[in-house]
C-alpha cells in the first residue's frame, strides 16, 4: 500500500517534532513546511528513515511557492500558532489568513483531509483577540473546506513546552508570584504525547466534519497547577492575588520583551475556563481517552529545575 503523504505546516514546534515519529512509524510520509529550517531541520530529519522526512524552507503566505506542495499530498496538517503578536506575526495573520489560504488549496486540490489545530475554551472570550482569530480562524477553515477536522486542545505541556517549563522557571526564581482572578480560571491540561495519539487518531480513521474537544483526564485550577509545580521542584512562592488593573499594568510592560511571559490579551483570556464545553466531542468520544496524569508527567522532567538537576532524582538518592 503505497504511503499517504502528510504535508505538516508548523512540524518543528513541540507538537509537530512528536507527531512525526507516530506518523512515520505509521508509514506515512511526511513533508514539512517551516520558515526557519536552520532551527530544527536537522534534528527533525533524525526522527524518520530517510526518505519519510522532507523539509521545505519557505514563507508560508507565498501561495506560488506552497501550491506545488499540494499537488503530491493526500493530507494537510495546520500546527501554526502564536501566543503573543509582533510585528507581521499577527493573530489575524497567521490564525485567519493562513488558515484561508491552506483550505482555498485543500479544496482546490483534492485533499483527503484537512486538520486544524485550534484551541479550547475559545466561545466566550469576547474580549481577546487571540480568541477571536482562533474562531474566525475556524469558521473560515469550515467555509473553505467543509470536511475538514478541527481539533480544540486545552493546554498543551509536555518538556519541550512554554508552559509549564516557563511557570517552573518563575516559581524557583520569584519569592512572590502574582495569581489572577484568585487563580480559579480551570483548565484540562493534555499532554502532547496524548493530543499527537488523537491526531493520528482523525488521520487513520478518517474522521471529518468534526469539531473535536482535547483534554486530560482532570480539571485542574491555575492556582492548583502553581502549588503541583511548586511542590515538583521544592519551591516556595506565595501566591498573592492581583488586581486585574494591576496585572494590566504590569502584562503592558512585559509586551515590551521580545518574547512576554504575559500580554493584556492574554490576562483577558484567563478569565475564561479552558474546559470541554460539552458542545461537540471530544476525545473520548473518538476513541482516544487520555491517560497522562499532570503531576506524574511533569515529575519525570521537573529535575531541571531542583537544586542539584539531574542528582535530585529518585535514582541518585541514597536510602
Known amino acids: 500500500m503505497k504511503a499517504k ?8 514546534g513541540q507538537i509537530g517534532t512528536n507527531l512525526i515519529r507516530k506518523l512515520v512509524r505509521n508509514n506515512f510520509k511526511v513533508t514539512i513546511v517551516t520558515r526557519n529550517a536552520h532551527k530544527k531541520g536537522n534534528f527533525v530529519k533524525t526522527q524518520a528513515n530517510a526518505g ?46 493562513f488558515p484561508n489560504l491552506l483550505a482555498s488549496l485543500a479544496k482546490e486540490h483534492d485533499l483527503e483531509q484537512l486538520v486544524h489545530l485550534s484551541a479550547l475554551g475559545l ?7 487571540y480568541a477571536i482569530s482562533k474562531l474566525n480562524g475556524e469558521k473560515i477553515v469550515q467555509e473553505k473546506f467543509p470536511k475538514c477536522t478541527i481539533l480544540r486542545p486545552s493546554v498543551v ?28 480560571t480551570k483548565f484540562t491540561p493534555i499532554h502532547c504525547s496524548d493530543l499527537t495519539d488523537i491526531i493520528l487518531k482523525v488521520i487513520q480513521d478518517e474522521i471529518k466534519f468534526e469539531i473535536i474537544e482535547c483534554g486530560g483526564p482532570e480539571v ?72 497522562r496524569v499532570f503531576e506524574d508527567e511533569v515529575k519525570k522532567y521537573c529535575y531541571m529545575w531542583k537544586d ?12
Open 308 to 319: 542539584g538537576g539531574q542528582y535530585s532524582t529518585q535514582k541518585y538518592q541514597s536510602e
Open 123 to 129: 466561545d466566550n472570550a469576547k474580549d481577546s483577540n
Open 52 to 97: 519519510y522526512i522532507e523539509i521545505v524552507e519557505q514563507n508560508l503566505f507565498d501561495r506560488d511557492k506552497i501550491e506545488p506542495l499540494f499537488k503530491k499530498a493526500d493530507i494537510c496538517i495546520n500546527l501554526v500558532g502564536i501566543l503573543f503578536e509582533k510585528g507581521r506575526n499577527t493573530f489575524n495573520n497567521l490564525h485567519v489568513h
Open 157 to 184: 505541556y509536555s518538556v519541550d513546552d512554554n508552559f509549564t517549563t516557563n511557570f517552573m522557571t518563575l516559581l524557583s526564581r520569584l519569592p512572590i508570584f502574582p495569581i489572577y482572578y484568585n487563580g480559579d
Open 5 to 12: 503523504n502528510c504535508l505538516i505546516f508548523g512540524g518543528t
Open 220 to 291: 485542574i485550577s491555575f492556582k492548583e497547577i502553581l502549588i503541583i509545580l511548586m511542590k515538583l521542584i521544592d519551591k516556595k512562592s506565595l501566591l498573592l492575588p492581583t488586581p486585574y488593573f494591576i496585572g494590566n499594568m504590569i502584562a503592558k510592560m512585559l509586551e515590551l520583551a521580545p518574547k512576554p511571559l504575559l500580554t493584556s490579551d492574554q490576562l483577558n483570556l484567563l478569565k475564561y475556563d479552558n474546559i470541554f464545553s460539552k458542545q461537540f466531542k471530544n476525545n473520548s468520544h473518538i476513541g482516544v481517552p487520555s491517560k
